[in-house]
């Protein structure tokens, strides 16, 4: 038996979707496809899934769901992948990931396809960045000057360097900034000080390569959050992209609970929507049955116990901000309420007559993780600050919400800087 692969190229950009064909099978026979993929997210993954061939011998993924799955999809191969073990973000890194689909029928394995997943393409070059401005450079391929993205995390700290480099593949500048839990940085996001992200901002815009007219900031979570600060702080942003953000501003995130600032501008704490004792984990209320701990109750329970005084003092001033807005959200996100957070980013432009386009996609079943598409998509795991959070939303969900963000990402930011 002579069995093909189609339609999953042995080497692609990492955000790119793929079709896979299997041709020669018995008609109608019983299929195993067995993934594995090593260097991704600081891990390695693996899946097994099974379907039917058709009369004809062939078995496309693009018509028949894989058993288990309600949709066919052929990027299910890696989305619905499991962890070996616990992947340890600290490790995840720009590299290629490496995968290898084997096709078994009956108990004979009669395909073996090897492929690889591209987050940094030809030409893409890193800097490393040891202070003061701390992180890493990504540049696209050829002289420039390009139109550059300023990313920053979210409380699990530390840079998403696989996004820095999916950045630079696609055409983008992109400055990977570490303010917390990374080598040079403090190890928790307590007291940041906004003038240090406008060093970034004024560092990344000095590059020859890079337009200084033309950068955006952007994060997920609190790093959303973040992101929609700068741009109301820095005139230099001239778009935001706001990934599960919030339009109020939270206080400290530690292993330790506290209610320290989070941000500072000019040495003074900036205001912050009062967080308590009451409003941790009701282990009765908040975890999942596989003991995933669920953090929007807390937050939705702040925002209700905090006075209209304090909640006002606590809005981000997004109105100020030179340029448009992007938000991103899932909704189903366990890990903060993040459609309830950024309702008032379009009441406060709403009401101001903001000049820029606003815009905040929803997407059904998704949860807290809209990162980068076609990779293992998770609706739980261990944070880096420690404990296994629930991160809401259904694999599928997730995966689908990925890709479409992604896709409106990208064409968010090359509208909105490519032309200035």
């Not at 959303?224 to 005139?235: D, K, M, P, R, V």
């Not at 506290?258 to 500072?264: E, H, L, N, R, V």
């Amino acid at each position: 038996m002579t069995v093909t692969v189609d339609g999953l190229p042995a080497r692609a950009l990492a955000d790119e979707p793929f079709t896979v064909v299997l041709s020669g099978l018995t008609p109608r026979g019983d299929v195993t496809i067995e993934v594995q993929l090593d260097n991704c997210l600081g891990g390695a993954w693996h899946g097994t899934f099974s379907a039917n061939a058709d009369e004809s011998g062939v078995l496309d993924l693009d018509v028949v769901a894989l058993k288990g799955f309600a949709e066919p999809d052929p990027t299910t191969l890696l989305w619905a992948a499991e962890p070996d073990g616990d992947p340890n973000p600290a490790l995840a890194n720009a590299e290629d990931a490496r995968g290898t689909l084997t096709v078994t029928h009956g108990e004979q394995v009669v395909a073996v396809h090897e492929f690889t997943r591209v987050f940094k393409d030809h030409g893409v070059t890193c800097t490393e960045l040891t202070g003061p401005v701390v992180g890493a450079l990504y540049m696209p391929a050829g002289p420039g000057p390009h139109p550059a993205v300023m990313t920053v995390s979210g409380s699990g700290g530390g840079i998403a360097r696989e996004e820095a480099a999916m950045l630079a593949s696609r055409g983008f500048a992109c400055l990977a900034l570490a303010y917390f839990n990374y080598p040079g940085r403090p190890p928790e996001l307590v007291d940041q000080p906004l003038e240090y992200f406008g060093e970034g901002l004024d560092w990344l815009a000095a590059q020859p390569q890079v337009r200084a007219e033309a950068i955006a900031v952007k994060g997920n979570s609190r790093g959303g959050e973040l992101s929609l600060l700068l741009g109301a702080t820095f005139n230099k942003v001239r778009a935001v992209a706001a990934v599960v953000p919030s339009g109020y501003i939270w206080g400290a995130a530690r292993a330790d609970w506290s209610d320290g600032a989070a941000w500072t501008w000019h040495g003074k704490d900036l205001p912050r929507v009062p967080v308590t004792e009451e409003h941790d984990v009701d282990p009765d209320r908040d975890v999942t049955a596989d003991g995933a701990i669920k953090l929007t109750p807390g937050f939705l329970a702040a925002l209700a116990d905090a006075t209209a005084e304090e909640l006002a003092d606590a809005e981000i001033p997004v109105e100020r901000t030179n340029g448009p807005i992007l938000m991103v959200c899932g909704e189903a996100d366990d890990m903060w309420p993040a459609i309830e957070l950024s309702d008032v980013v379009l009441r406060r432009t709403t009401d101001a007559r903001f000049p820029h386009s606003v815009r905040r996609l929803t997407y059904p079943d998704a949860g807290h993780l809209i990162t980068l598409p076609y990779l293992p998509a998770r609706i739980s795991g261990m944070h880096p600050l420690g404990g296994n959070f629930a991160y809401g939303g259904t694999r599928s969900g997730t995966a689908a919400a990925r890709a479409a963000a992604w896709s409106e990402m990208l064409a968010f930011l090359t509208t909105a800087l490519v032309s200035l």
